[in-house]
């Protein structure tokens, strides 16, 4: 079971913490990644992390705002965004997969949590 937390409503420029809690698996076997899904519109992948860390990767809208990250002692994924845009605004999805390396495609991840919803108002 995966418990995303952290949305909510902040004005353009400001930032926020997504945090997402996975219980009953291999937290630290497996990799994680947040998607979001923007009403009217596809979910889309944001970022993705490896099992211990050292590996991260974006999408390119928001790359150098965003930052992903773990902490395998908490069972927990981190998404910490800043320089909000409007544009931000979604719902969004921690996930995990199987795999141990870094996945974006939705099919590769077997485990989805509750989304939490962003506003980003201009």
């Known amino acids: 079971q995966l418990q995303a937390s952290g949305g909510g409503l902040v004005q353009a420029g400001g930032s926020l913490r997504l945090s997402c809690t996975a219980s009953?698996?291999?937290?630290?076997?497996?990799?994680m990644g947040w998607f979001r899904q923007a009403p009217g519109k596809e979910c889309e992948f944001v970022a993705a992390?490896?099992?211990?860390?050292?590996?991260?990767y974006y999408t390119d809208s928001v790359k150098g705002r965003f930052t992903i990250s773990r902490d395998n002692a908490e069972n927990t994924v981190y998404l910490l965004m800043f320089s909000l845009k409007p544009e931000d605004t979604a719902v969004y999805y921690c996930?995990?997969?199987?795999?141990?390396?870094?996945?974006?495609?939705?099919?590769?991840?077997?485990?989805w949590g509750r989304g939490t919803l962003v506003t980003v108002s201009s």
């Open positions: 996930a995990q997969t199987v795999y141990s390396s870094i996945r974006t495609r939705e099919s590769d991840y077997n485990y």
């Open positions: 009953g698996r291999a937290f630290g076997m497996q990799a």
């Open positions: 992390i490896n099992l211990d860390g050292a590996r991260t």
